[in-house]
């Protein structure tokens, strides 16, 4: 896909959410509970403003907070899940051993495992381990809660595994044999051969597991223990009624996840170039 | 004339697979030749006579059952620098232009990338492809132009043994013709030994100093080509040859 069609893709796209803004701008005329647009679009055009009447940071504060702990469950998903996925996809006793408790795993929520992170980490974060009492000086290391890393890598983990272990099973065994007999070492193959075969299987799992990712944390930082966050801010806002955080809370997380994902597809186009037009 | 030195031997060389459906399989067996230096040697025979398997020993992309593959009396047990292997697809790799793939040999055994494109470039303009396809990727080529940049990529490497699987299998007649006479001007310049993997008779007397026919996974007939180069596929005497082949070819495997 090149840029040009990527813009189209996105104009096009476009359609549907102005429906949805036009149908919501009707919902919301006698509504107590649908706020009106306006009253949204104050909150996201003002990211900075402390919320009045709410127990939450600024819009902007909350979505960087989210936005960090996506990055960090979301990478550690990959620097574990790559590797894991290449070692499965390419040798037949790693993939006998794991393959049936990936799958079992695959299909349990990320959001069933928040009792048991926060179970196992409590309310620990890089700032309860690094100065202990004074945890609570040190903003966003205390928010890096390790229980909501945790479960966001629990949700975009297996999607990456899978997808990886496909994209090196996929590996045309005549392509690895072609750099073998020019004298290629096991790292040579894999970063020459294997690693570029799988790219687009791979992109693949990166943007489900992203997705999983930005939906995930929402959940996450609704749980307990939790002080900032779209997450935390959308539960906050139910509770005390502030329906236009809610709703300006959502829009972010759809923005954000859009962003997120148009980032992998930008970084598929060069790695996929290839692919559609093998023969 | 001195004798030229052996370069590959085959000794008492066995290969045994195992299938589901027909259990234990020979593709090769007790097979026993010796190639000199810059000879060049066809392996013809009919598909699934071993031929491939062969190669691929030689190349150490294969382990023999029984016996030994030997290059310059060292026994082959992993892929060799001075060795390069042509299969019938190419293999080139789709997500490198045509000059990174026929750098790749060079990039793989650490040279600068300055210096292997630029003899990747020179590689390139000695299979007769124009300057321009360097940049140009390889589904952009037609079969034939693919096939060039697969003998770009193995000459690029400089290699002493040549071992080409059907290269040209699935050309037409006419960009086959004209890639062997290409092949043969190139290898009366670098006089590499080469084994050549074949099942056509003509191009095995255009190309070979000798034909090893071979059936059943064993050498039937070995055959000496005398014809002076460059072979004119129309003379009487490579019309005889042709049919000499062909004798030997319906002949049992232990004749």
Known sequence: MTLRRFGFTLTRGAWLPLAVLA????????????????????????????????????????????????????GLAIVTGVPLGLWIGRIQWA????????????????????PVTILVFGLASPATVLYADEAWRHGLLDQLRFAIIAVIWMGAF??????TAAGARGVREAHIEAVRVLGANPWQ???????????????????VAGGIAWRVIVAAEIFPGTRGGLGYMIATAHT??????????????????????GCLRLLALPVCRWQPRER | MTALREMIRFQS???????????????????????????????????????????????????????????????????????????????????????DNVGLGLEIRGFPQAECRQRAREAIRRVRLPEETARSRVD???????????????????????????PFARLDELTRHQLQEELMDLWLTDRQTVLFVTHSIE???????????MNAGMAAVDLRVTLPRPRDRFSSDFVRMMRQVREALSQPANA
């Open chain 1, 189 to 207: 193959v894999l970063f020459k051969v294997i690693l570029p075969s799988a790219a687009p299987t791979i992109l693949t799992g990166l943007r």
């Open chain 1, 23 to 74: 149908l919501w701008h009707f919902a919301s005329a006698d509504s107590v509970i649908v706020p009106p647009i306006g009253a949204v679009l104050d909150v996201l055009i003002h990211p900075f403003r402390d919320p009045p009447t709410l127990d939450s940071m600024p819009l902007a504060r909350s979505a960087g907070i989210s936005v960090v702990r996506v990055f960090f469950g979301f």
């Open chain 2, 203 to 213: 191009e095995a007397v255009f190309l070979a100093d000798r034909i090893i026919v």
């Open chain 1, 240 to 261: 005390q009624a502030s329906y236009e955080y809610a709703f300006a809370g959502i829009v972010v997380i759809g923005m954000i996840g859009l962003a997120l994902d």
């Open chain 2, 13 to 99: 060389v066995s290969r045994r697979f195992w299938t589901e459906a027909r259990g234990e399989v020979w593709a090769v067996r007790d097979f026993n030749i010796r190639c000199a230096e810059e000879e060049w040697s066809c392996l013809l025979g009919p598909s699934g006579c071993g031929k491939t398997t062969l190669l691929r020993l030689a190349a150490g992309l294969d382990q023999p059952t029984e016996g030994h593959v030997l290059v310059e009396d060292v026994q082959v047990t992993r892929p060799r620098m001075d060795v390069a292997f042509l299969s019938q697809e190419g293999d080139l790799l789709p997500w490198r232009n045509v000059r």
């Open chain 1, 158 to 163: 297996f999607p990456i595994v899978l997808n």
């Open chain 2, 140 to 166: 952009e080529l037609s079969g034939g132009m693919r096939q060039r940049v697969a003998v770009a990529r193995a000459l690029c490497v400089n290699p002493r043994v040549l071992l080409m699987d059907e």
């Open chain 1, 95 to 114: 993939s006998d051993v794991f393959s049936p408790s990936l799958g079992a795993a695959m299909v349990i929520s990320p959001v069933a495992w928040i």
